[in-house]
């Protein structure tokens, strides 16, 4: 994955099984998540399904930067990060349950919503497409929902939703950006 400074990405990755079988995966995948995500992005929404993830994020500078590796030296710190968020919680759950191999059946995708367009033929500018952007949002929150896991998606413990209608005050979304971003009214958001 090659990420844009300030650009917007929904990153995503599934599971033939499940991914997190019980409340403990699901916090200790988290806290990777602030371990490793939080630090280099800024996270807009999230959301952990019993098979797959979803992250809508911002990148930032943090992201941009390279790693001093010799060996992959053009490989972005977000990028190795995601790669390690996801090696390392799959060899915990793999020891956890007494399996092998890969725990996620395709590698993880990460989708741009920026749009490069030109003004006067001369600056680009980084414009965010909303409307895929707002979908996005709503689709990673409700798919706790869609899925028959709840019937509200503030019900959901494993996705940002809570933090957004202030029934929770997580510390991994940006909700102030993300509403700025996305130019989202907080009475909106339901």
Not at 64 to 87: C, D, W
Not at 90 to 105: D, E, I, P, V, Y
Not at 171 to 185: D, Q, Y
């Amino acid at each position: 994955m090659h990420f844009e400074e300030d650009a917007i990405y929904h990153i995503f990755n599934r599971s033939n099984s499940k991914v997190f079988e019980n409340r403990g995966n699901y916090l200790f995948f988290l806290k990777k998540v602030n371990d490793l995500i939080y630090p280099v992005c800024d996270l807009l929404a999230w959301c952990l399904m019993p098979n797959h993830f979803h992250f809508l994020i911002q990148s930032s500078k943090n992201s941009f930067h390279y790693t001093n590796e010799k060996h992959r030296p053009a490989l972005q710190v977000l990028s190795k990060n995601m790669g390690t968020l996801i090696s390392s919680y799959t060899q915990a759950f793999n020891k956890q349950q007494g399996r092998r191999g890969s725990l996620f059946s395709h590698n993880t995708k990460a989708k741009i919503l920026n749009d490069n367009t030109p003004i006067s033929g001369i600056e680009v500018i980084k414009a965010i497409n909303n409307d895929y952007a707002i979908q996005c949002f709503n689709y990673i929150h409700k798919n706790p929902v869609q899925s028959g896991l709840v019937n509200r998606p503030e019900d959901w413990e494993f996705s940002s939703y809570p933090d957004f209608l202030g029934l929770r005050n997580g510390k991994l979304v940006n909700r102030e950006l993300a509403l700025r971003i996305l130019m989202i009214e907080k009475k909106d958001i339901r």
